[in-house]
């Protein structure tokens, strides 16, 4: 099956810093990679997705960028708030799955 | 749209009782997934359904723990004789499926055993 190992386990910045989180995958036919928020005591929720047929997706500060040859992918938050503060995850589907393995997740604080 | 629907948010059950929980996908959405999240841990991983069918479930408990995902109605998880290990936050996802894994979560049921 999938395996996705995600890190940092956690990430602590200062507000206006750039935060990056970066998960690999095992599973070469894996096609699509979202990235989920959860804040305390919430749901995940989805933030951001790729697919394979890219490199790179964009949606104001978050950004995910996809390297489909070293089976990694990674979430990019620009002028980080501490609104951003949240437990983030990175996911992938096993090939002829439509189930997601989600990576450990990680802890980002934001400091004012 | 409601989004994914979970109820009960909170659930107390003493150990040897049956804990059920129940997820309404959202409109359209007709792949079920269910997973457990223990404090300060990451999502696992226990179960999909479609409707009548159980597509994987590699993720369950070999014992105890049950699900379905009816014809009408919602998909139920069952945790039967439950121990104070089960105590964990159960969060069920939907998909539209047709290719689609794009999943959106409910609120989870926070289960506690005493």
């Known amino acids: 099956g999938e395996n996705v190992e995600q890190h940092p386990s956690t990430l602590s910045v200062q507000e206006g810093d750039s935060a990056v989180i970066k998960c690999t995958y095992s599973?070469?036919?894996?096609?699509?990679f979202p990235w989920y928020k959860q804040e305390l005591g919430k749901r995940p929720q989805l933030i951001i997705d790729i697919r394979s047929n890219v490199g790179e997706k964009k949606d104001q500060r978050i950004a995910v960028t996809l390297n489909k040859t070293a089976k990694h992918f990674s979430l990019h938050i620009t002028e980080t708030q501490p609104e951003d503060s949240a437990v983030y995850f990175c996911?992938?589907?096993?090939?002829?799955?439509?189930?997601?393995?989600f990576g450990k997740g990680t802890m980002l604080l934001v400091s004012p | 749209n409601a989004g994914v629907m979970q109820n009960p948010r909170h659930l107390v059950r003493r150990r040897g009782q049956e804990a059920r929980l129940r997820c309404s996908p959202m409109k359209g959405h007709s792949h079920v997934y269910w997973y457990r999240q223990l404090p300060e841990e990451g999502l696992k991983f226990m179960v999909y359904?479609?409707?009548?069918?159980?597509?994987?479930e590699s993720g369950m408990p070999k014992e105890r723990f049950s699900a379905e995902f009816p014809k009408e109605g919602p998909s139920i998880l069952r945790i039967q004789q439950v121990v104070r290990g089960d105590s964990a936050a159960y969060f069920c996802?939907?998909?539209?499926?047709?290719?689609?894994?794009?999943?959106?979560f409910g609120q989870g049921t926070r289960l506690t055993v005493v």
């Open positions: 996911a992938a589907p096993p090939k002829g799955y439509s189930t997601l393995t």
């Open positions: 996802a939907s998909s539209p499926g047709q290719g689609s894994t794009e999943a959106f």
């Open positions: 599973d070469s036919a894996s096609n699509y």
């Open positions: 359904l479609q409707k009548e069918n159980i597509i994987d």
